[in-house]
T-cell receptor, first 113, second 113 residues
Framework: EAGVAQSPRYKIIEKRQSVAFWCNPI?????LYWYQQILGQGPKLLIQ????????DSQLPKDRFSAERLKGVDSTLKIQPAKLEDSAVYLC???????????FGPGTRLTVT | GNSVTQMEGPVTLSEEAFLTINCTYT??????LFWYVQYPGEGLQLLLK?????DKGSNKGFEATYRKETTSFHLEKGSVQVSDSAVYFC????????????FGTGTRLTIIP
């Protein structure tokens, strides 16, 4: 069974530029999560989807971050415009349903200069 | 709100030494508790979990017991191997809510031969 796929693996951009990350969850998984992991900290949930609906986006900085999960499968996370403090690893995870084990992708490491 | 406090690292041990990584938590209600591991270059993987007080989670020689009276979930292994070198994250999930994971800051473990 294929795991959670993410791309790109690495991205370097200048502040005020835009960037997008892509996540393909495990086939059939209804729940999808985006986490932000700043160096030296544990991952922090940004947004949770159940199929194509948002369950929790309380910690998503909505003035610059957006995410969508069209058709309830793939998801994209966008930052526009980026700030220096957005430098982090962005992790995508999926689970078969709410409350079930989460499987993590390898992450996208973003560096904002 | 929920929080997880984890033993700071890095931790360096010799092969076959005994390992303890401390983890305490603050939560409303009755959370589930987890240990995740991140091997170099890989995504987060669930190592073990416990869903109620006095439960013991175990996997790959690692164990942790859910102690409600001390709000702790310490990770232990009797004899570590070089292959155990990784970053370990303690986490909790409030399954009564939206089951998002709250992580500790992680402990980097290095085992030397």
């Amino acid at each position: 069974e294929a795991g959670v796929a993410q791309s790109p693996r690495y991205k370097i951009i200048e502040k005020r530029q835009s960037v997008a990350f892509w996540c393909n969850p495990i086939s059939g998984h209804a729940t999808l999560y985006w986490y932000q992991q700043i160096l030296g900290q544990g991952p922090k949930l940004l947004i949770q989807f159940q199929n194509n609906g948002v369950v929790d986006d309380s910690q998503l900085p909505k003035d610059r971050f957006s995410a969508e999960r069209l058709k309830g499968v793939d998801s994209t996370l966008k930052i526009q415009p980026a700030k220096l403090e957005d430098s982090a690893v962005y992790l995508c995870a999926s689970s078969s349903d709410r409350g079930h084990e989460q499987y993590f992708g390898p992450g996208t490491r973003l560096t904002v200069t | 709100g929920n929080s997880v406090t984890q033993m700071e690292g890095p931790v360096t041990l010799s092969e076959e030494a005994f390992l303890t990584i401390n983890c305490t938590y603050t939560a409303t209600g009755y959370p589930s508790l987890f240990w995740y591991v991140q091997y170099p270059g890989e995504g987060l993987q669930l190592l073990l979990k416990a869903t109620k007080a006095d439960d013991k989670g175990s996997n790959k020689g690692f164990e942790a017991t859910y102690r409600k009276e001390t709000t702790s979930f310490h990770l232990e292994k009797g004899s570590v191997q070089v292959s155990d070198s990784a970053v370990y994250f303690c986490a909790l999930s409030d399954l009564g809510g939206n089951e998002k994971l709250t992580f500790g800051t992680g402990t980097r473990l290095t085992i030397i031969p």
